[in-house]
């Protein structure tokens, strides 16, 4: 059975961590890849990487940052932040990265999906959602959560997954810095809904809340930034305690 | 000297990485001299089987990776490859091995098998020596293939599935060694002194 996966995030800006760090012996705080690695050697099974500057003049310096964490990691990660374009995936794909997350481009072209996982493999093709509950019903936000559009949540995660996405990354934006829990209620209508690997984001403070995101919602990964930027869950001691409870990781 | 298959699959620049870290002398090529004179082939493998396949008929490198007698590892995509023939754009393979390539039944576990999985050693094997039975390696894949006599390790999905193969100088994992962590390290170097 495959394990399920603790994903910490990482937010850069032309090459550096933005989300302040409390990892005091890091050379430079800012680094991401001094973090990559440490988390790589605390035992994360896979990490994400959210370029939020986002714009093509800075992409350089994003492949440059995906060549470097690819040099000193042997897990997995994903990159995602203004990627729009089939040629972008293939350079990221080619500097090391496994994955790429596409949210905004794809709401406005959702053809690209089934493009680029036609070129480059379902499993490179990450799914990107940002919902909020409104009324009832989960309305979809794209450009950083700026913009509302007409799409209902758990119909845009069914479009995504028919038409190749590897994998969803449901971020909650109700739930996101509050500490208050994954949106487990939402999240195990998307994992009943679809067959591919889904990934809870937003709302992580406890231990707890990742056990309740695997048992209850039957999510294949949980992530969080803070939590684990600010040193306030250790890693293994999270899988520790999911193990404990029943749940299988890695390690 | 390693050579490296260049045909634009995903995780070359993954796999040179930890070649780089093993200090291995090694090349990235898609030049049959380059590949005549390396002592061993790695063939990785992230993409879509029949757009592969055409890559190597492109490069003219197809008939020669079947008749090679020197070591090749598989990896992924490349292990399936090294198969007669792929449900994925219905291609036929290199045919190494007569096996086939299957696509996930999505009733019977998520598709793609992503993530890291514990895998079963069912045979002594080179590539495996000093790696402990039940150790975990990372998988990204919506197509396997099914056991067979060739199999030296085996996973579950739903299904019990072969997650390496062997047969003379050809190697194939379907996990991924160079981003498995330690474990992952240590297979491609017992591929590099061992096999």
């Given at each position: 059975m495959?394990?399920k996966?603790i ?5 850069v800006?032309?090459g550096k961590?933005v ?24 035992g ?14 800075k ?14 990691i ?22 090391g ?15 690209l ?51 190749g ?10 739930r996101?810095g ?7 209620e939402?999240?195990?209508q998307?994992t009943?809904?679809?067959?591919i690997?889904?990934?809870?984001s937003?709302g ?16 294949d990964?949980?992530l ?9 869950l ?10 404990e409870?029943?749940?299988?990781t890695r390690? | 000297?390693?050579?490296?298959i ?6 070359t620049?993954s ?12 090349i ?20 879509e089987a ?5 890559r ?10 079947r ?10 995509l490349?292990?399936q ?22 696509k ?32 975990y ?17 085996q ?14 100088n ?5 996990f ?19 096999c």
């Amino acid at each position: 059975m495959v394990a399920k996966r603790i994903i910490p995030c990482l937010d850069v800006k032309e090459g550096k961590v933005v989300k302040g760090t409390n990892f005091v012996n890091l050379r430079d705080a800012g680094s991401a890849v001094e973090l990559a690695e440490r988390y790589y050697l605390e035992g994360a099974d896979e990490l994400v990487f959210l370029d939020i500057t986002a714009s093509s003049d800075k992409r350089k310096i994003l492949i440059e940052l995906v060549k470097e964490v690819a040099k000193v990691i042997r897990i997995p990660f994903t990159v995602g932040g203004g990627i729009s374009e089939l040629n972008d995936i293939d350079n990221l794909l080619k500097a090391g990265a496994d994955k790429v997350s596409l949210n905004t481009s794809i709401v406005i072209n959702p053809e690209l999906i089934t493009k680029a996982s036609r070129q480059f493999g379902s499993q490179a093709i990450v799914a990107a959602i940002d919902v909020k509950k409104n009324d009832g019903r989960y309305q979809i936000f794209i450009k950083g959560g700026r913009e509302a559009v007409q799409l209902e949540g758990l119909a845009w995660c069914k479009e995504t997954a028919e038409r190749g996405a590897g994998e969803i990354l449901l971020t909650s934006m109700d739930r996101d810095g509050t500490k208050s829990g994954f949106d487990v209620e939402f999240l195990s209508q998307i994992t009943k809904a679809v067959s591919i690997p889904v990934i809870a984001s937003g709302g992580a403070g406890t231990k707890d809340h990742f056990l309740e995101a695997f048992k209850n919602a039957d999510v294949d990964a949980c992530l969080a930034a803070s939590l684990f930027h600010y040193q306030e869950l250790e890693i293994s001691d999270l899988k520790q305690y999911l193990q404990e409870n029943g749940v299988q990781t890695r390690k | 000297m390693i050579a490296v298959i260049d045909y634009g699959a995903g995780n070359t620049a993954s796999v040179a990485n930890v070649l780089d870290e093993l200090k291995t002398d090694y090349i990235i090529t898609n030049k049959e001299n380059d590949l005549c004179n390396a002592q061993k082939i790695i063939l990785p493998g992230v993409g879509e089987a029949s757009f592969t396949v055409k890559r190597l008929h492109l490069l003219n490198l197809f008939s020669f990776l079947r008749l090679i007698h020197k070591p090749v590892l598989g990896i992924c995509l490349g292990m399936q490859l090294l198969c007669e023939h792929s449900e994925e754009g219905n291609a036929s393979c290199l045919g190494v091995f007569d096996l086939s390539t299957k696509k996930f039944d999505k009733l019977m576990g998520k598709v793609p098998h992503m993530g890291w999985n514990k895998i079963e050693i069912i045979k002594e094997s080179k590539l495996f020596s000093g790696i402990m039975d039940k150790s975990y390696f990372y998988f990204a894949h919506s197509y396997y293939v099914p056991n067979n006599k060739y199999s030296s390790s085996q996973c579950e999905h739903g299904i019990v599935f072969s997650v390496s193969i062997e047969r003379d100088n050809f190697y194939g994992v379907q996990f991924h060694p160079e981003k498995s962590g330690e474990v992952g390290i240590k297979l491609l170097k017992n591929f590099i002194e061992l096999c």
